[in-house]
């Protein structure tokens, strides 16, 4: 709790730099707990605040849960504490009920969603966040040129079908994806960029499935079915990716035909850093720019535990024993995320 509190103190300070020196000017905290005297106890309260503008960010507090229905209506940045947080450090900001973004030019960065995120808006970003199902636009929401990135996502990237540009140009880039529905990983998309991701179907279905004029490059695939990567798509440019399949597939690809992940990771640590390259793996030096395949190289390498850009965090805390006066000396490390 101790943690929680002190945290909490830092966060104030984080956003009196980052607002400039005016803590309500251009930032505000949400946290649906009423002891934390945040700003807002929801998004949906921010969005319905005169005050709330075009621009500004909304910081949700470690350990905050909203757990209703959330809409994003005006362009704003979210962000949050980051995922698979070490124990006895503070905890995730979590929406556990259904996600709705539906401003352009939103940014979400270091949130766990754990339903459905809806992108029912155009220039859309989703960074460093640990999500469930994302859909890309609808019949009656445009959702063109949204970019997901290093998240760490655990079911489909679901789009509105291979010809309708209303969930057009998605760029996909290092990223974590393991998925065990039977639409693959990726699914329905028209003219995605595929870039840097690690991509795992489980469910003995094709990792990439109904996509048309895509780009398919440098990605780690895992198939536990290990005969069909790729199905029912047109027009793509698939090349230096690393297939733990038995299909031939396209030239320029590296075929293993084994779903043996220890082939390709180091398999050391747990949840997403497990999936760090080792030092022999045949992902090394095979993207088309001669770095390696697989979310932690590229244009935006992959950030273990979703950790945002410029935000403190607890590192370690001790205590030490009662003197003899009463006081008590303790200590807490922060770390401040610079990459």
């Known amino acids: 709790m101790a943690n929680q509190h002190m945290l909490s103190s830092i966060f104030i300070v984080a956003l009196l730099f980052l607002a ?36 500004d960010t ?38 556990s009920g259904v ?5 352009a030019k939103t940014k979400m960065v270091g949130v766990t969603i ?12 989703i960074e460093r966040c640990k999500t469930a199902r994302i859909n890309v636009g609808n019949s009656s929401y445009s959702a063109q040129h949204a970019t997901i990135r290093q998240c760490y996502i655990t079911s489909v990237i679901y789009g509105v079908g291979t010809s309708d540009i209303k969930g057009a140009y998605c760029t996909i880039e290092n990223n974590i994806v393991i998925s065990s529905q039977s639409t693959g990983c990726i699914y329905q998309l028209y003219s995605p960029e595929i870039r840097n991701n690690y991509l795992k179907e489980t469910a003995k279905y094709a990792i990439f499935n109904s996509l048309s004029d895509a780009i398919i490059v440098n990605n780690i695939e895992v198939n536990t079915n290990t005969a069909n990567y ?16 038995s ?18 990771f180091a398999l050391e640590g747990s949840n997403d850093q497990l999936y760090q390259l080792k030092d022999d793996s045949p992902a090394k030096g095979f993207a088309e720019d001669g770095g390696d395949c697989g979310p932690f190289d590229g244009s935006f390498p992959y950030v273990v535990s979703g950790y945002p850009l410029g935000m403190p965090r607890f590192v370690s805390n001790s205590a030490g024993t009662r003197a003899t006066d009463g006081t008590v000396s303790f200590s807490n490390q922060v770390s401040i995320q610079e990459k």
């Open 114 to 125: 754990t339903n459905s995120t809806n992108i029912q808006a155009d220039q859309i970003t």
């Open 230 to 245: 790729i199905f029912t798509s047109t027009s793509y440019n698939i090349n230096h990716n690393n297939v733990q399949s």
């Open 99 to 103: 996600l709705y973004l539906r401003a």
């Open 247 to 264: 299909d031939s597939g396209a030239e320029g690809n590296l075929f293993l035909n084994s779903n043996d992940e220890s082939l390709i």
């Open 20 to 55: 400039g020196g005016h803590a309500d000017a251009t930032s505000w905290r949400i946290n649906n707990n009423a002891n934390r005297k945040a700003h807002f106890t929801d998004i949906n309260a921010a969005m319905s605040s005169s005050e709330v503008q075009a621009g």
């Open 58 to 95: 909304l910081y949700l507090d470690p350990g905050c849960s909203l757990t209703s229905t959330q809409t994003v209506s005006k362009r704003v940045t979210i962000i949050g504490a980051g995922y698979f947080l070490p124990a006895g450090t503070h905890g995730a900001s979590v929406i």
